[in-house]
């Protein structure tokens, strides 16, 4: 099994997901993970997808030239490792957090540091900027050793330093 991940960037218009699909289903491949969306006015892909062919990188790329020329997109791939493809790692608490206020530079990089300095993971972060106000939402799996609560003491000083305000909740698991 060979494991690849595929980005595409450009601008937005009609056709670019049926595109990249159509490639990916002629050539036998399985869309395992994906996120697709506009930014402004640029649409984002990323894939990560599986095939049994064994077919290389280049080969790959060179199997989207037709489809970005039409759209004019910029795409890239990169083959994953077996070992790193099925690598799991450790997801503890989820946790969402909202961060909305006035915009300025600093904001993401602020909590990002913030979270890191404290080993929290974002699996997703989206931000969005209307007008004056600008919206941060991001999932964070929290590692065993961190609680909720230092977390918190935490956030509340960066909520001062930035005249923002920051929500934080825990993601209760849904069973299936």
């Known amino acids: 099994m060979k494991h690849f991940v595929i980005t595409a960037v450009g601008e937005d218009r009609p056709g670019i997901v049926a595109g990249i699909t159509r490639v990916l289903y002629e050539k036998g491949f399985n869309i395992e993970d994906s996120t697709m969306t506009r930014l402004n006015n640029e649409f984002a892909v990323m894939l990560i997808v599986t095939t049994e062919e064994n077919i290389s990188e280049n080969e ?3 199997s989207f030239r037709e489809v970005a020329r039409e759209k004019d997109l910029y795409i890239n791939v990169k083959e994953i490792p077996e070992d ?3 690598k799991k ?3 503890g608490d989820i946790y969402n957090i909202v961060v909305y206020g006035a915009d300025k530079p600093g904001i993401v990089y602020s909590v990002a ?3 890191s300095d404290k080993n929290i993971n974002i699996s997703d972060l989206r931000t969005e900027k209307s007008n004056d106000l600008y919206l941060l939402i991001a999932q964070l799996e929290f590692p065993p ?3 909720e609560d230092e977390l918190k003491a935490d956030i509340e000083k ?3 330093e930035l005249n923002i305000d920051i929500s934080l909740e825990k993601e209760e698991p849904v069973e299936m």
């Open 84 to 86: 790193i493809f099925e």
């Open 145 to 147: 050793d961190v609680s």
């Open 60 to 62: 790959l790329k060179a």
């Open 158 to 160: 960066l909520k001062e």
């Open 113 to 115: 540091k913030l979270l």
């Open 89 to 91: 790692h450790y997801v």
